[in-house]
């Protein structure tokens, strides 16, 4: 009996004992009874709205990303992908960043003029820092100005501010609340025509004991004004601090969430990896009263917001304010 002709890459086999074979061999040959597979569609890297999957939270304190280096804190290595180019001084976009822009930087003008105000308490002031151009919003700041020269960061953040403290001017608050602090709040903030307003309030609210629904009505309130003004808004997640109390912890983790669910991907992660499990902050960032971040963790914060990539945000989605002198 005279064996079958097998042909290859999708020939019909004769008999059962090829199938094997004829499968194999067609596998071999790349698969040719059919069109190739179309490969999977690509993520955008435009700015988008949407709310990307939340991230994992960790409780180690050993990993930042490339860019967050200072030499008083820990060895580090990457974990979010966005870095700044010590070469060329551009902020690398990562997809990953919140407030996603796309990655040719070089489609930008560098040169435009535009406004970013920072909105916040004592970290964002520069509290504990040792030297004061290492705080994150003096980083940031010198950060966005090489890049961008004619950017102005405006800091009109003062240390003890709550939710409640930068609420509008003429807000009137519930018995038992503090009152807005003019010159310091949202209206103070929007009076200097921004393009976009960072807000940085860590702890405060829950050292007050402040509902976590009050909290998110007062963010609420701010956002919406930020948007009726034509500002940008980024808010950052509460941070850890060394409460006694473990339903204050976990206040602050409560808050994390919610900031991150509203906001994102304006919500920008002043938790992962300066944290304990616990809520408390790492060692390695505590300036050594349990509530402030040492330089290094200033570090760490400046280069969350620096990868946030907020200049390209702006000039990529917005036409510009006027700049008030």
């Given at each position: 009996?005279?064996?079958?002709?097998?042909?290859?890459?999708?020939?019909?086999?004769?008999?059962?004992?090829?199938?094997?074979?004829?499968?194999?061999?067609?596998?071999?040959?790349?698969?040719?009874?059919?069109?190739?597979?179309?490969?999977?569609?690509?993520?955008?890297?435009?700015?988008?709205?949407?709310?990307?999957?939340?991230?994992?939270?960790?409780?180690?304190?050993?990993?930042?990303?490339?860019?967050?280096?200072?030499?008083?804190?820990?060895?580090?290595?990457?974990?979010?992908?966005?870095?700044?180019?010590?070469?060329?001084?551009?902020?690398?976009?990562?997809?990953?960043?919140?407030?996603?822009?796309?990655?040719?930087?070089?489609?930008?003008?560098?040169?435009?003029?535009?406004?970013?105000?920072?909105?916040?308490?004592?970290?964002?002031?520069g509290k504990n820092a040792k030297d004061?151009?290492?705080?994150?919003?003096?980083?940031?700041?010198?950060?966005?100005?090489?890049?961008?020269?004619?950017?102005?960061?405006?800091?009109?953040?003062?240390?003890?501010?709550?939710?409640?403290?930068?609420?509008?001017?003429?807000?009137?608050?519930?018995?038992?609340?503090?009152?807005?602090?003019?010159?310091?709040?949202?209206?103070?903030?929007?009076?200097?025509?921004?393009?976009?307003?960072?807000?940085?309030?860590p702890s405060n609210d829950q050292s007050?004991?402040?509902?976590?629904?009050?909290?998110?009505?007062?963010?609420?309130?701010?956002?919406?004004?930020?948007?009726?003004?034509?500002?940008?808004?980024?808010?950052?997640?509460?941070?850890?601090?060394?409460?006694?109390?473990?339903?204050?912890?976990?206040?602050?983790?409560?808050?994390?969430?919610?900031?991150?669910?509203?906001?994102?991907?304006?919500?920008?992660?002043?938790?992962?990896?300066?944290?304990?499990a616990d809520g408390t902050i790492h060692?390695?960032?505590?300036?050594?009263?349990?509530?402030?971040?040492?330089?290094?963790?200033?570090?760490?914060?400046?280069?969350?917001?620096?990868?946030?990539?907020?200049?390209?945000?702006?000039?990529?989605?917005?036409?510009?304010?006027?700049?008030?002198?």
């Amino acid at each position: 009996m005279n064996s079958p002709t097998v042909r290859p890459c999708g020939g019909r086999a004769r008999a059962a004992a090829v199938i094997v074979l004829a499968t194999l061999l067609a596998l071999a040959c790349g698969g040719n009874d059919g069109p190739a597979p179309k490969p999977p569609p690509q993520p955008s890297s435009s700015f988008s709205n949407s709310t990307p999957s939340a991230s994992r939270e960790s409780s180690a304190g050993s990993h930042r990303a490339v860019g967050e280096a200072d030499s008083t804190g820990p060895t580090q290595t990457n974990t979010t992908g966005n870095a700044a180019d010590a070469a060329s001084n551009a902020t690398v976009i990562g997809t990953e960043g919140c407030g996603r822009v796309a990655a040719a930087d070089a489609k930008v003008d560098h040169s435009a003029t535009r406004r970013i105000v920072v909105l916040g308490s004592s970290t964002a002031e520069g509290k504990n820092a040792k030297d004061p151009a290492n705080a994150w919003v003096a980083r940031y700041t010198k950060h966005v100005t090489a890049e961008f020269p004619n950017f102005v960061i405006e800091n009109l953040a003062v240390g003890g501010f709550t939710t409640y403290r930068i609420q509008p001017t003429g807000y009137v608050p519930p018995a038992r609340r503090p009152a807005p602090r003019q010159a310091h709040n949202i209206t103070a903030a929007l009076a200097l025509a921004p393009d976009a307003i960072i807000v940085n309030l860590p702890s405060n609210d829950q050292s007050d004991s402040f509902t976590l629904a009050e909290q998110m009505d007062n963010y609420e309130r701010v956002a919406q004004l930020a948007r009726e003004a034509g500002a940008l808004l980024w808010v950052t997640t509460t941070q850890p601090r060394n409460f006694d109390k473990p339903a204050q912890l976990q206040d602050l983790m409560d808050a994390r969430d919610a900031i991150k669910a509203r906001f994102s991907p304006h919500a920008i992660d002043f938790w992962t990896n300066i944290a304990n499990a616990d809520g408390t902050i790492h060692a390695s960032y505590d300036s050594g009263d349990g509530v402030h971040l040492n330089d290094a963790g200033h570090g760490v914060l400046a280069q969350r917001v620096i990868s946030c990539a907020i200049p390209q945000v702006i000039l990529s989605s917005k036409p510009p304010t006027a700049v008030r002198d």
